[in-house]
């Protein structure tokens, strides 16, 4: 069928896909709370008291609308961790995202679903689940998840 | 469970990580191809078509018109069904489900991925809330080392166990002709290859794979005529629970997986799935997940999956065999792989794995993963279901 | 086909932008709805379809936002990325294979929240179509030129279907654009894509829709005005534009013919009472006309001009006002669906067709029509 051997080609293409997602009404609640008090409300089922952070409208177990705006902690246990160490496309922002850096799971008090954030230690052999961890805010807030720059180990004897 | 449904063809593409020689069309059209021989039908014969992949893989919108030349359903009905890992068994889902309606005999189910045409952490990190999670989410590697690292610190399980898992399959593999990676490991080895994220390291992950699956269901009576061994569909059963990666209740099993199984089980009337089920093909992301989910199919006790595998149970030779064709450790083309594990199973009870049968195989289970920790569960058989 | 009704619908207003509401949000709002319209709750729904596409939602696994909004916690569930027409078909196999009672099927879009043109350039050949610079618009304007070119249909004849459809939607309390215009108005406005303008056009949406179908058993206990699915069918045309004759909606016949076998139509122009078709540029809603055997090819130009597709003509086509009325993609399908209910329960007011016992809801999928899903339904 083909007689001589053509090179085997591939195209390229960097399409840029832009999209402005809503944030809506409850998590636009808790990007303000961040800014402008420095702490973190999560959201409460009628239901089965579950606690949600971030807040959203609907308890998915429960299927009924939430109301009850309720501010946990900005300390928490630690309930698992990563370090990456491999580089991707950041679809943030186009570019490889810097490695390797930490990122864990929290279980903040007074939530009841975990929350989702930067860990300040990068090396996984000084993390460790169950430690409790705490915010740590930017100075200048901007109204965003990046408000808080990460959260970091609470040493024994910290204030809480 | 309505009219009785089997699988009476299968097909797959050789997998590798970059199939340059053919488009996505051609990739599709090749799995297409074999499933209608195997079946040993035309084009002519196939009523309806159900497709699957992750659009931000390849960057194709709507692949269900865009690859009518290559999944053979020109002037037919054509559905793209897609739910992320689980692609491939919510294709099957849907085939299954195409034919138990009624109103179709025979229906061919695709599931396809060209990896190699993006850069898969990039378009998996979009699957995560654009606001609250992509910025820290690591993708599918990452979210499964969180899980992994859990899973260590509760059980007290070591990184030498979990590689155990990768040696297996990646064992099983070299009988698998079609199979992606086909080169024996060492425990040794995974443990000294390449951190990713920790605790997962190069040789516990799957890889990034270019390839296509293809599975034809067809009504009982069409299928008697069609296969001289059906693979019946006996039961199926899908849980996606959660939108949040934040939400999964992280106290018990997994979860999606266990309810899913226990739905199945119970359904099927099975009552020891350690010893009814003869062969297990599952969605094993990672070596730490092929613990994780042994935990979920209820076959022990929470945190002893490490014991089945290390003593060997779960080899092909073992009472509980697990992924003879080699596992998601060897071959991941998203779309495709939980549709492979279909066709594995099918080819297990029909008697058509070749040199990775399991001698006498009855009744197989196939797993899907994907999503936010979601679960999809087939069970399939060679005896025809009650 | 055993008998399966539509037992429940919900819909979401359409708007261009709904900044205060995540794709979640009209989820919730859209399947709260439909429950309520069916007097059921969640827990006599037990399994789930869900309707989304990743481009539109600039999401990989666009299902992942929805899940918890969609009730589908504890059950069964499944995603069908297509029109909401076909989302919708799957949801009744579901049904029809005896495996459940009830399927919930709910689809959203924000079309706000991406860029239509990237997204609809999309589906085009990456290799030899995009660079061109296709999208929605454009390619549905080398459709739109060949069937004018083809069997004579005036910009004028086009026209007529914007002006009819914008003012039915005055009627329609979810429609986004309801207004009086001529058709100089249409005939004015800007040209987007030569022969396409403006006001031929469909606009960008937001929103939700969600129906309930259910057995037989489960309708004849929980409601007294069912809508029966009589027949059904889906069919698609060649990929690659130059493969098609683009006058020629071949798919389109063809599952139209399977839908009215099923449902035992001979005479679809004379035995249906109301069609909701998927109009999302004026000349489709004539070309979607001949496909579906409303007229002979060629003549739906002549069959807007008679008058007979209003909403007091012998076949109203689009009551509600129709996709250019409100676009919120894969969403539409199941609208078309939702409004056929209404009118086959007798419940739409000002737009209602009086005695209106058999209606069709129609959704296309991929460039220029290349899929149809053809619903045919009565009350």
């Known amino acids: 069928m083909f007689r001589k051997n053509y090179p085997l080609l591939t195209i390229s293409s960097e399409i840029e896909l832009p999209y402005n997602y809503s944030l809506g009404k409850y998590g636009g609640r808790l990007v303000t709370e961040l800014k402008q008090n420095g702490r973190i409300v999560g959201i409460k089922c009628p239901k089965c008291d579950h606690v949600y952070v971030p807040p959203r409208r609907v308890c998915g177990r429960c299927f009924i609308e939430m109301d009850e705006f309720v501010e946990v902690s900005n300390r928490g246990i630690l309930q698992s961790f990563t370090v990456v160490y491999f580089s991707f496309l950041d679809p943030e922002t186009g570019k490889k995202r810097p490695v390797p850096y930490g990122y864990g799971r929290i279980k903040l008090d007074g939530a009841d679903s975990e929350f989702l954030h930067f860990l300040e230690e990068s090396d996984f052999k000084k993390l460790k689940i169950g430690v409790t961890v705490e915010a740590v805010y930017n100075e200048n807030r901007v109204g965003s998840f990046k408000d808080i720059k990460y959260f970091k180990k609470v040493e024994d004897g910290d204030p809480s | 469970m309505g009219r009785r449904v089997a699988i009476v063809g299968t097909g797959q593409t050789y997998h590798k990580s970059s199939r340059k020689d053919v488009n996505g069309v051609e990739l599709i059209q090749e799995a297409t191809s074999r499933a209608l021989e195997d079946a040993g039908l035309t084009r002519k014969d196939i009523d309806a078509v159900v497709i699957g992949n992750m659009d931000h893989f390849e960057g194709i919108n709507y692949v269900d018109t865009w690859s009518v030349d290559g999944n053979g359903g020109l002037y037919k009905p054509v559905m793209k069904v897609t739910t992320g890992g689980t692609t491939g068994t919510t294709v099957a889902i849907a085939g299954y489900y195409h034919v138990a309606s009624g109103l179709f005999d025979t229906v061919l189910a695709i599931g396809w991925e060209k990896n190699s045409e993006s850069d898969t952490t990039a378009a998996i990190i979009t699957c995560s809330d654009p606001y609250w999670e992509r910025p820290t989410f690591g993708g599918a590697v990452a979210g499964l080392a969180g899980t992994a690292c859990e899973y260590m610190y509760k059980y007290g399980i070591t990184e030498r166990d979990a590689a155990l898992v990768a040696v297996r399959d990646r064992k099983n593999a070299l009988k698998n002709p079609y199979a992606h990676l086909r080169k024996q490991i060492t425990v040794e080895e995974v443990l000294v290859s390449p951190m990713l994220a920790y605790p997962i390291k190069l040789l516990d992950i799957c890889p990034r794979t270019d390839g296509a699956c293809a599975v034809i269901f067809a009504s009982e009576d069409k299928a008697k005529k069609i296969a001289d061994k059906p693979a019946w569909i006996h039961q199926v059963s899908s849980r996606h629970n959660y939108t949040f990666l934040t939400d999964i209740e992280r106290s018990g099993r997994m979860p999606t997986l266990y309810e899913a199984c226990m739905e199945v089980y119970k359904n099927a009337g099975i009552r020891d799935p350690l010893h009814e089920l003869d062969v297990v093909e599952m969605y094993t992301p990672s070596s730490f997940a092929g613990l994780v989910w042994i935990d979920a199919l209820g076959v022990c006790d929470e945190g002893e999956a490490v014991r089945l595998v290390s003593d060997g149970v779960t080899e092909m030779s073992g009472e509980f065999p697990i992924n003879p064709s080699g596992g998601v450790i060897s071959t991941n083309c998203i779309g495709a792989t939980g549709l492979i594990r279909v066709a594995e199973a099918a080819m297990q009870v029909s008697g058509k794995a070749g040199e990775h049968q399991i001698e006498g195989a009855k009744l197989a289970l196939a797993t899907g993963f994907g999503g936010c920790f979601w679960s999809d569960v087939l069970l399939i058989g060679s005896p025809r279901p009650n | ?379």
């Open chain 3, 1 to 379: 086909m055993e008998r399966v009704a539509i037992i429940g619908i919900g819909q979401t207003k359409y708007e261009r932008e709904k900044k205060g509401e995540t794709v979640s949000d009209l989820v919730f709002e859209a399947a709260t709805k439909a429950l309520d319209d069916a007097k059921i709750g969640i827990e006599d729904i037990d399994n789930v379809v869900t309707v989304s596409n990743d481009f539109w939602d600039g999401r990989t696994i666009s299902s992942m936002a929805v899940t918890d909004a969609c009730g589908s916690y504890g059950k069964n569930v499944s995603t069908v990325e297509d029109d909401g027409t076909f989302g919708a078909f799957y949801g009744l196999m579901r049904v029809l294979s005896g495996s459940f009672r009830s399927t919930l099927v709910v689809a959203h879009c924000k079309g706000s929240e991406g860029s239509n043109h990237l997204i609809t350039n999309a589906i085009f050949n990456p290799i030899y179509e995009r660079a061109i610079g296709l999208d929605s618009i454009s390619s549905s304007a080398l459709q739109a030129r060949r069937y004018m070119e083809k069997y004579g249909i005036t910009e004028e004849q086009c026209a007529l279907v914007s002006v009819k459809n914008h003012k039915n939607a005055k009627d329609n309390p979810f429609s986004q654009i309801a207004t009086d215009i001529s058709v100089e108005d249409v005939m004015n406005s800007k040209m987007l894509s030569d022969p396409i303008k403006l006001l031929d056009s469909s606009p960008i949406s937001d929103g939700a829709c969600a129906i309930i179908l259910a057995e037989e058993r489960m309708t004849k206990k929980v409601t007294t005005r069912p809508v029966w699915v009589k027949g059904i069918g889906h069919s698609t045309d060649a990929y690659n534009l130059g493969d098609r004759d683009l006058a020629e909606p071949d798919a389109l016949t063809r599952a139209a013919k399977k839908a009215y076998e099923m449902a035992g139509i001979q005479d679809p122009f004379r035995e249906i009472d109301v069609a909701e078709i998927y109009d999302a540029f004026s000349y489709q809603e004539l070309l979607w006309s001949e496909g579906l055997g409303f007229c002979e090819r060629g003549m739906g130009g002549r069959l807007i001009e008679s008058g007979k597709t209003t909403k007091k003509g012998m076949l109203p086509i689009n009551p509600s006002g129709g996709v250019l009325s409100a676009h919120p993609v894969l969403v539409a399908g199941l609208a078309r669906i939702a409004e056929i209910s209404i009118q086959l329960r007798g419940e739409g007011s000002g737009r209602q067709v009086d005695g209106a016992k058999i209606g069709l809801a129609h959704g296309i999928n991929g460039a220029c029509g290349q899929a149809h899903c053809v619903w045919i339904l009565e009350n």
